[in-house]
C-alpha cells in the first residue's frame, strides 16, 4: 500500500518515516502517492497530478571512516555502516593513499549506495583522515568507525537518538572487545552527564574509554580544525578529544555497545605502540599547552601527571633519563598519585629493570593489575 503525503503548503517542510526530515524542492499540490521503502538521503522523483516533484532527503548522520590497507575486512565494516536500522545517513569514506585495493573497494560500494561518497588522498595518518572526513561532512552530527571495526546493529539509531534527545555535544557509549573470537564488553567506569570542565576530566583518566573518537556521537559544528594534530602521533584519539573538549559544554557518557573493537595485529584501532621518546614529549607538550591556554592545567596536575608516568612506563623503550622532561615527570611531587603511578615514577629512573617487569606484566599479565 503506497504512502500519502499530502501536500497543502507548496514551500512545506515535513516529516517522514520516524523523524526523517524530507524538503518538497518542486512546488505542487494534492495527494501524492510514494510507494517503496523509506527514501535515504538522495533526490527521488515522483510523479503526481502530471507533474514532477523532488523529494531530497537531508542526512542527520554522517559516519566517517578513515582507510589504510584493509582490503580483507573494510567490507565487513562497510556493510556493518549500510545495514543499520536507521538508514537516513551519509558515509564518508577516507582512502588515505592506501597501497592496496581498498580504495577500489570503497569506490565499488559508493557506485551501488548512493549515501556513499569517497574522498581519496595521500597518506597523511589517522588525524588528518578523519579532518577530511569531517570537512567533507554535511549531517549535523558525525560518527568515526576504524575501518577494522564495526558497527554492531542499531548502533545509529541508539546514537542518534540519545544526542538529538539530549542538550548536549557528544554522547559517549560503550563497545565490544573481540580478541581473538572471544568477546568482552568494555564499558565507562564513571556515567551521566558532565560539564565540559568534568568531561575533561574523564577524558585525563586513565582507563576511560570515552576518550576515543569512536562508538559515540557528536555535534559536527564541534569539530574544528584546530582539533586534529598537525603532526602524526601516538594515541592521537586522546589528544583529539582532549583538545575537543575546549568546544563541549556539555557530554553524556553512558554504557550501551554500539561498536566491536577487533583487537588483532596490525589493527587501525592499537595506536598506543611503543614511540620514540621525542614523539610522546611532544605529545605531552600538546596536552600541557592546552591546559594552560585554558587556566586548567593546576587543575588537573594530577591527572597530566598520572597519564605521563604510564606512557613513558609502557610505551616509551628506550627511556633517556636525562631528557628534561623525563626529569620533570619523575621529580613531580607524587604524594596525590595513584600508589601504581608512585611505583613506576621510581621505576623510571631504572629503565632497565622497569622494561623487564613491564615485558613480564605483559607475558603473565599480572603485574600492576
Excluded at 499530502?6 to 524530507?22: C, K, R, T
Excluded at 554500539?258 to 584501532?269: A, D, E, K, Q
Aim: glycine share 4%.
Amino acid at each position: 500500500m503506497p504512502k500519502i503525503l499530502h501536500i497543502e503548503n507548496p514551500d512545506l517542510s515535513l516529516q517522514y518515516n520516524n523523524g526523517v526530515l524530507a524538503h518538497l524542492v518542486e512546488r505542487n499540490t494534492g495527494s501524492v502517492e510514494v510507494s517503496g521503502s523509506s527514501p535515504l538521503c538522495s533526490t527521488k522523483t515522483f510523479t503526481a497530478n502530471n507533474d514532477t516533484l523532488f523529494l531530497s532527503m537531508v542526512p542527520e548522520v554522517s559516519i566517517i571512516v578513515p582507510i589504510y590497507k584493509v582490503e580483507k575486512v573494510l567490507a565487513r565494516c562497510i556493510d556493518s555502516i549500510i545495514q543499520q536500522s536507521f538508514s537516513n545517513i551519509e558515509v564518508v569514506l577516507v582512502d588515505d593513499g592506501s597501497p592496496d585495493n581498498s580504495g577500489t573497494i570503497a569506490d565499488s560500494y559508493a557506485k551501488r549506495d548512493n549515501r556513499i561518497k569517497v574522498i581519496h588522498s595521500k597518506n597523511e595518518g589517522l588525524a588528518k583522515a578523519r579532518q577530511k572526513g569531517v570537512n567533507h561532512a554535511t549531517a549535523p552530527y558525525v560518527v568515526f568507525v576504524d575501518s577494522d571495526d564495526e558497527l554492531l546493529p542499531g548502533a545509529i539509531e541508539y546514537l542518534y537518538h540519545s544526542i538529538a534527545e539530549s542538550d548536549v555535544d557528544i554522547v559517549c557509549a560503550s563497545y565490544v572487545r573481540n580478541y581473538l573470537g572471544e568477546e568482552s564488553e568494555i564499558t565507562n567506569p564513571d556515567t551521566g552527564f558532565f560539564t565540559s570542565d568534568g568531561y575533561l576530566e574523564q577524558l585525563l583518566l586513565l582507563g576511560r574509554i570515552c576518550s576515543s573518537n569512536c562508538y559515540n556521537i557528536s555535534k559536527r559544528a564541534i569539530w574544528h580544525d584546530d582539533v586534529f594534530p598537525a603532526k602524526i602521533l601516538p594515541s592521537e584519539d586522546v589528544l583529539i578529544s582532549i583538545k575537543l573538549s575546549r568546544y563541549v559544554k556539555k557530554a553524556k557518557i553512558c554504557n550501551h555497545p554500539v561498536y566491536r573493537y577487533y583487537y588483532t595485529p596490525g589493527s587501525l584501532s592499537i595506536s598506543n605502540r611503543l614511540s620514540s621518546q621525542t614523539t610522546w614529549k611532544e605529545y605531552f607538550r600538546i596536552i600541557k599547552e592546552e591546559l594552560n591556554s585554558r587556566n586548567l592545567f593546576k587543575k588537573f596536575e594530577k591527572e597530566y601527571y598520572t597519564l605521563a608516568i604510564d606512557r613513558i612506563s609502557f610505551y616509551i623503550n628506550p627511556i633517556h633519563t636525562n631528557d628534561e622532561w623525563i626529569q620533570e615527570v619523575v621529580n613531580y611531587d607524587a604524594k596525590g598519585l595513584p600508589a601504581k603511578s608512585r611505583i613506576l615514577q621510581q621505576l623510571i629512573k631504572f629503565p632497565r629493570l622497569l622494561v623487564f617487569l613491564v615485558m613480564a606484566n605483559r607475558k603473565f599479565k599480572r603485574l600492576f593489575s
